[in-house]
């Protein structure tokens, strides 16, 4: 057997010294006792049963002595905490505690850990792991540690900005479940377990504790927040969308939001409400794409506040300057005027467009139209030599969107193959035959030409294709992140693995490697704002474990029921 407060020399010489000062005890004579004698032929007998100046008696009751001794031994032996032994085809508990954003309502996070601690207490230490399940997964208390380091653990912790993870924790324990033993978990809160996240690891027997259900009051919360190009057409504008759902029948007022931009307050007369599939939304239109970060905030308080609040960074979409070589003034300009994202300069030009041998914009990203002599490819795209070709090239056909030109068309007039390469160079380029340019090509009036030359444009200005959309417990959108888009910490070390989509635990900001403005990240979670309690499943409620098998309990019911006989042999005199 082992012991969880105590080595097996400290318990052994625990009950030899309570054996020691309770047989010390038995014969201490405490106080003087009167003692009346009917005649004075009994007086040497009366002395000599209390002689005078002895402060011990000789041991003469062994009986009590030996009673008394099993009480406090019983009681040591509670103190020390014994522990079954673990055979391996035993049980091995793993108790979770949700610390997501649902929790936060009401009193549910501070019942589940009176719940949890309760079952701490009747386990053995070597039978159950405790993990904390918040906008990540912490280890509470290791099997064999002992249950007061969980007070400790659990000091400071509270409900995160997080939506429930509670599900990829139990494919990690159904991954690394202990060969040969059953493994319990149980769920002390309200995040959701769906039946087919529960058919992924067969190996194990879910439940989830019984847990107050008090009422935590209506809510109302954030759900949705994101960007969207403006519909009136203005490039450097932006439209943002906001969705408000509550757990009971109606949408929220647009005076229930308070809304600014970099702390300039935007009335709510701007709002205008959303109908159909995007019902309880509302649509702010023509908001600047300057960078600014938008906060919108519920003003009514409710059961869970972690979800009141939500912010996004706008993108940032100054006006592309192009410079415009004359030689193409009569092709190009009208197709470049009629882009609104587009300003044609001279002065301070990102972006110049120019034929070859020409010096405009020399060191500017060019697009440049080149003689299609010997094998030079149609379209040629040039990056500066610490860059992967492969990633570049991925890249580039899809934003510049060469996959939409009539390949075949033009190699059937140019009577030779239309191919894209890619190669190093001192600056970005993109060159493109000036051939395609004549009217013997179809290509000027297609409808991918101005597609291609705008997009040609933003690619070689590194101007974003979209606009990411961050959220807690959800991936980065692929489609929304460019070359050197990387999650990094306060020091700048890389968060997010190569080909790893980043996942974002919790509300807060993130910082990425190319940009100066970190992203803001929002809860956004409908099963947090709408399911506060009860979520989703029907697990079942964990049997009774510990109480009838812990020792302990054991040892202090005997140990009061001995204690109940020698009240009981003291009141009938038979023992002192």
Excluded: C
Aim: hydrophobic share 45%; proline share 6%.
């Amino acid at each position: 057997m082992n012991f969880a407060n105590l080595s097996a020399g400290w318990v052994v010489a625990g009950i030899a010294g309570l054996a020691a000062l309770l047989y010390a005890l038995q014969r201490l004579r405490v106080r003087h006792r009167q003692v009346t004698v009917v005649t004075t032929l009994f007086w040497r007998v009366a002395a000599e049963e209390a002689p005078a100046r002895r402060f011990v008696e000789r041991f003469r009751h062994p009986w009590a002595y030996a009673l008394i001794l099993l009480i406090v031994s019983l009681l040591w032996l509670a103190f020390a905490g014994p522990q079954l032994a673990q055979t391996d085809g035993g049980s091995f508990h793993v108790l979770v505690l949700d610390g997501s954003a649902g929790m936060a309502a009401g009193s549910r996070y501070q019942d589940a850990v009176a719940a949890l601690k309760n079952q701490v207490r009747h386990l053995a230490a070597d039978q159950r792991q405790v993990v904390w399940s918040g906008g990540g997964v912490r280890t509470l208390l290791n099997p064999g540690e002992h249950e007061l380091l969980l007070e400790k653990r659990l000091a400071g912790l509270a409900p995160e900005a997080a939506p429930a993870g509670v599900e990829n924790l139990l494919r990690q324990l159904g991954a690394s479940s202990r060969p040969g033993r059953a493994t319990d978990v149980v769920i002390f809160g309200d995040a959701p377990v769906r039946p087919e996240s529960l058919a992924l690891s067969p190996n194990l027997s879910v439940a989830r504790a019984p847990i107050s259900t008090r009422q935590t009051g209506r809510n109302t919360g954030i759900t949705a927040l994101g960007v969207a190009e403006a519909e009136s057409g203005a490039w450097d504008r932006v439209d943002v969308f906001v969705r408000v759902e509550n757990d009971q029948k109606g949408a929220a007022a647009p005076d229930a939001l308070r809304i600014d931009l970099d702390g300039r307050d935007i009335p709510a007369t701007e709002l205008r409400a959303v109908r159909g599939d995007a019902a309880k939304g509302f649509l702010l239109q023509d908001l600047p794409a300057a960078g600014g970060l938008l906060t919108v905030r519920l003003t009514a308080e409710d059961s869970l506040p972690l979800d009141n609040v939500a912010r996004i960074r706008l993108p940032d979409k100054p006006k592309l300057k192009v410079q415009l070589s004359p030689s193409l003034d009569r092709v190009l300009r009208l197709v470049l005027a009629a882009d609104p994202a587009i300003q044609i300069t001279e002065a301070g030009a990102k972006v110049v467009i120019r034929k070859q041998g020409e010096n405009v914009g020399a060191s500017l990203p060019a697009l440049e139209f080149v003689m299609s002599q010997g094998s030079r490819p149609a379209f040629l795209i040039t990056h500066p030599a610490k860059l992967d070709s492969t990633a570049v090239f991925n890249q580039a056909v899809k934003a510049i969107g060469l996959k939409e030109i009539d390949a075949m068309s033009l190699a059937q007039t140019a009577r030779r193959p239309v191919e894209v390469t890619v190669g190093t160079g001192p600056q970005w380029r993109i060159e493109v035959w000036q051939e395609l340019l004549s009217e013997e090509f179809n290509f000027t009036r297609s409808r991918a030409f101005p597609l291609f030359i705008a997009n040609s444009v933003r690619w070689l200005a590194d101007t974003r294709s979209g606009y990411p959309f961050v959220a807690a417990g959800r991936p980065l959108a692929s489609e929304t992140l460019e070359m050197g888009d990387r999650v990094v910490d306060g020091q700048g070390r890389m968060l997010d693995p190569l080909g790893v989509p980043f996942v974002p635990e919790r509300a807060g900001e993130i910082k990425m490697e190319n940009s100066a403005r970190p992203l803001a990240v929002s809860l956004l979670d409908p099963a947090s704002t709408v399911g506060l309690v009860g979520a989703a499943s029907n697990l079942p409620q964990p049997g009774s474990v510990g109480l009838a098998t812990n020792p302990v309990t054991w040892l202090l019911v005997l140990a009061l029921g001995l204690l109940g006989v020698e009240w009981y042999l003291y009141q009938t005199s038979r023992v002192p």
